[in-house]
């Protein structure tokens, strides 16, 4: 039976992303992300930077856009914010991962930007609602192509920065995260299983702040890869 045939409407492309040196791209099964995991961030967000539970939430598959597209302005919002990410790809899935063996389920490393309605996200946490309208929305999950862990290993530090038409917006430094990428593995496959073709969007650290329409975004991490955006306009 044909794909055609199998379904009443053609099925959704593929996600996927490229992969550095390979003809072959990675498809992606799920985007999670990484809430307030660097102390400085969670004072600029107005939160205790103590090291309690990590929380997550997610991403739509088909929000990824590749390096160097533009991004348009989204609907709904006055106030778009830029977040630079360490992105952690997932090659071998698993449940209960310890974190000493986390590592081994690591495909590769990339650079994201998690592109944030900040006013919207605001609203929801004034009412106590879900923040899903604010983080997951069209376009709103840029990424560059991954770097196999095979090629760098596994970074344990790095400089990881974002700047917005030359100017430097966000500085640290991956070792300041607040849970490392095992202990975020270990956690996440605790409460369901992680699969191949998963990533995760680690955190940023401080300094996020709006864009506009025009604005060229760069950031990158050190010894893994870099990225560029623009913010176009509204479609």
């Known amino acids: 039976m044909s794909s055609r045939s199998a379904y009443v409407i053609d099925p959704p492309a593929m996600a996927s992303l490229p ?7 990675f498809p992606v099964r799920r985007i999670y992300c990484v809430g307030r995991n660097y102390a400085a961030h969670a004072k600029e967000m107005g939160k205790d930077p103590e090291r309690e539970p990590p ?6 598959v088909d929000a990824l856009v590749d390096n160097g597209v533009a991004v348009p302005y989204p609907p709904q919002t006055k106030n778009l914010h830029h977040e630079i990410e360490w992105v952690v790809a997932i090659g071998l899935g698993g449940r209960n991962i310890a974190a000493q063996d986390a590592n081994a389920h690591v495909f590769g490393y990339s650079v994201g930007i ?3 309605r900040r006013d919207l996200q605001n609203a929801a946490k004034d009412l106590g609602r879900p923040w ?10 840029p990424c560059s192509a991954i770097v196999t862990a095979a090629d ?3 970074p344990k530090r790095g400089r990881i920065w974002l700047s917005v038409n030359g100017a430097m ?4 430094d991956i070792a300041d995260l607040i849970w490392s990428v095992p202990e975020v593995i270990a956690e996440i496959s605790a409460s369901m299983s ?11 650290p401080a300094g996020v702040g ?3 329409v025009g604005d060229v975004l760069e950031g990158g991490v050190e010894g893994i890869a870099d990225i560029q955006i623009a913010i176009g306009a509204p479609q």
């Not at 997951?136 to 999950?141: E, G, I, K, L, Y």
């Open 19 to 25: 992969v550095r040196g390979r003809d072959q791209r």
């Open 194 to 204: 992680l699969e191949p073709g998963d990533l995760i969007y680690t955190g940023t």
């Open 55 to 60: 929380f997550f939430f997610q991403k739509p």
């Open 210 to 212: 709006a864009v506009t």
């Open 132 to 141: 899903e309208w604010g983080k997951s929305f069209d376009h709103s999950a």
């Open 114 to 116: 998690d592109l944030t």
């Open 152 to 154: 760098i290993g596994h």
């Open 169 to 172: 917006r966000q500085q640290g």
